[in-house]
């Protein structure tokens, strides 16, 4: 893998001065025209991630580089930030119900400055997202178009600005089925024609399947398993995806596994592996069997040092 | 996309500028009673502004009006009578629309600015920032206004800018209020976050988005504050704080009642200036209403 699009190296976020981690130490890299899917329940901390990326959420601690340069503060942030867009799960609430279509496009464009012309950037935008003829959804406001619609403008508001990564976050989920198809390629588009790189935020796993080249599965502000997306999904390791995929329908040959319990209140972290409360090696016994039980319980780990495609944080894995 | 190469970005801009603006007068069209409204507002500024040349202000100068009748009744002559110096009641109320209208708006434009400012940089910094400019709304929000209103234009002497100055020093802690809760929800919207993500500084959030969006809720406060600083002059004057040199509506209904008109059953010297005080304000209110429904994108062709 060449240089890295982005790496992102121990990064915490805080919420609540400090009381809550919902990022917590988190190393991840996504390289030139890579897809990689961030999956895991609400409140795992993938959209906090990808927030923290962008400059919404400060980091209490960690740094992330784009192309190699580290994202600091100041100037230097705002040519950055070009490099990195971000497209939202509710398309609705991010558009400004105020600005026509023309001028959605058209901000990012008046912030950073781009040269040319204008109108034609912003028809050029909006018809490789798809809307065509652009002349037709200039001078309409956000409620005259469908939500899938809107999704587009978003997309060709953010690709206007020649990004070299792209944050989605649930870029479907409010979508009706029928669209998410459509928007999923489109994305995947620009993975092919521009070498975009993407992290996309989902809690669904059929989305990762199809367009993400590899997966990083989320758990209490923790990734606890990264590989390609066909090991991870049709092999996976971590008891958490285990349980996760077992009770997707589609995909055969894992015992079902309902987890019990609520995700646990991160302001409460459990001590050791902090799966262990709802894993089902722990309750089912397994653990105790292989002899890690006491590391579960006390002994809390990152994903493994070793570099290799697919990695896990788990004591089971590495007894 | 040929036609759109040519048209340089200014021009495109202006199109669209233009078209906005036609839809505005379309809307507008459609909403007789905000039409009427305009109707009677406009009439009132034209009248306003033409008065010093189709009359003269020496004319109801009580040196100049001895040989004229007293409480005359409305005639051809003098279309709503005389009062008991023998001054025309038309010329009064006519040159005390300047006073009335011009201490309305100009009051309203000190409030609406003071009242903006604090309320945008209030709510949208936070902190100690809106901790403190909110104490300092709070202790002019707890003032009595009217006692406040008479001691300040008393000390302050009776001149017009002193009114205007007083009204808007009192009245501009509710708009700022208005507009900082306004902000408080704004600044959480998505938008801002895509702005900000797009790479928008604080000034691009605060120009693109955080005002242009308070901008419906200051048009509603600006033509409600209007009227009130209407009424407020009116009151003002009407208790003898008013500019003694000039004449206004208020000042036309404190003489009216030291002249004991109202007793005397000379309803035309009282009747005029405060019917006409009731249009204008009812106009104000009326179409800001309606101004407000229409800058509403959400609120239109519902």
Redesign the interface.
Known sequence: MSEPVLSVTNVQVQFGGGSVRAVDTVSLEVGRGEVVALVGESGCGKTTLIRSIIGLEPLAAGSIAVEGRPVGRGRGLRALRRKVQMIFQDPTGALNPRHSIYEAVAEGLRIHKVKGHEPTLVAEALASAGLRPPERYLRRFPHELSGGQRQRVLIAAAMALGPTLLLADEPVASLDASIRGEILALMRSFVDTRGVSIVAVTHDLGLAWNIADRVAVMYLGRIVEVGPTEEVLRAPKHPYTQALLSVVPEIEGLEQQILTGETPDPSRMPSGCRFHPRCPLVASGEAERLGIVDRCRGVDLELEPEVGAHRVACHAVRA | ?S???Q???RA?RWA?RR?SAAGFWRSLRRDKLALTSLVVLVLFVVLAVVAPWVSNRADFNVINTGDNPVWAKPSGQYLLGTDNYGRSVALQVLWGARVSLFVGVAATVLTIVLGTLVGISAGFFGGWIDAVLMRITDWFLVIPFLPFAIVLASVLGRSLWNIVFVIGITSWPSTARLVRSQVLSLRE???V?????????RA?IIG??IL??VTPLVLASTTLAVPISILTETTLAFLGLGDPTDVSWGGILDQARTAAAVTTNRWWYYLPPGVAIIMVVLAFTIFGRALEAIL???LRDR
């Open positions: 996309m036609d759109l190469a048209v340089s970005p495109f669209r078209a919207r998505l938008y976050d895509r702005a900000r993500a797009l790479g928008g500084g691009h693109r988005h242009p969006n509403d994108p959400r």
